[in-house]
C-alpha cells in the first residue's frame, strides 16, 4: 500500500530530480497533529507525553527538500518533520489525503505565487515533480516505508492561453 504520496516544484535546470524541492506531501491515515521527541536530531510522530518544540504537523504539509536530500549519505527524499516548513509557510487550503478502496487521493489548494518560494505562472511551462513511496509490513506486524522513491517530472500548463485575454 501507498506510505505517501508527494508533489513538487523545482527550479533545477540540469535535472530536476536532484535540485531544491518545494514540495506538498501527504501521508495518508495520519492526522494533523503536534509533534513530538526530536532526540538525536530526529523528530518524529507519535503518541507520546513529551512535546517536542517543533512546528505543528500538517498533514498535507509543505515541505522544503535541500538539492540531494538528507541523510547520512543524502539522497533521501521524502517526509521529516526536520523538511516540515515553518507554520507560517503551511497555507495549504482544504488539504486532504485519504485511502480510497484502490487508490491515494491528496487534495489541496495553494496560491500561485508566495513569499520566499517558486512562483508558479499558469500560462507557463511549470516543472512538476511526483513521488509515492509503498509501505510494508514487517515480521512484527509494524509497517514501514519501502525504499526512498525516484521523484520523477513532468512539465505542464496548468491554463491555456494568455494572461493579458
Do not use: C, H
Amino acid at each position: 500500500s501507498v506510505g505517501w504520496i508527494g508533489l513538487a516544484f523545482s527550479e533545477a535546470s540540469r535535472d530536476p530530480r536532484f535540485g531544491r524541492k518545494e514540495a506538498i506531501i501527504g501521508i495518508p491515515g495520519i492526522k494533523t497533529s503536534v509533534a513530538v521527541a526530536t532526540e538525536g536530531g530526529v523528530a518524529s510522530l507519535g503518541q507520546q507525553s513529551n512535546v517536542a518544540t517543533v512546528e505543528m504537523f500538517m498533514n498535507p504539509g509543505k515541505y522544503e527538500i535541500p538539492a540531494g536530500g538528507i541523510g547520512k549519505n543524502g539522497g533521501y527524499n521524502g517526509p521529516s518533520l526536520t523538511l516540515l516548513s515553518d507554520r507560517n509557510k503551511q497555507t495549504l487550503i482544504n488539504g486532504s489525503v485519504s485511502r480510497q478502496t484502490s487508490y491515494i487521493q491528496m487534495s489541496f489548494a495553494k496560491y500561485l505565487r508566495e513569499p520566499d518560494e517558486i512562483e508558479i505562472d499558469p500560462f507557463g511551462s511549470t516543472l512538476l515533480l511526483y513521488a509515492v513511496s509503498t509501505l510494508d509490513d514487517d515480521d512484527d506486524g509494524g509497517d514501514y516505508y519501502e525504499g526512498n522513491p525516484e521523484w520523477k517530472y513532468t512539465y505542464l500548463n496548468f491554463l491555456d492561453g494568455d494572461a493579458d485575454a
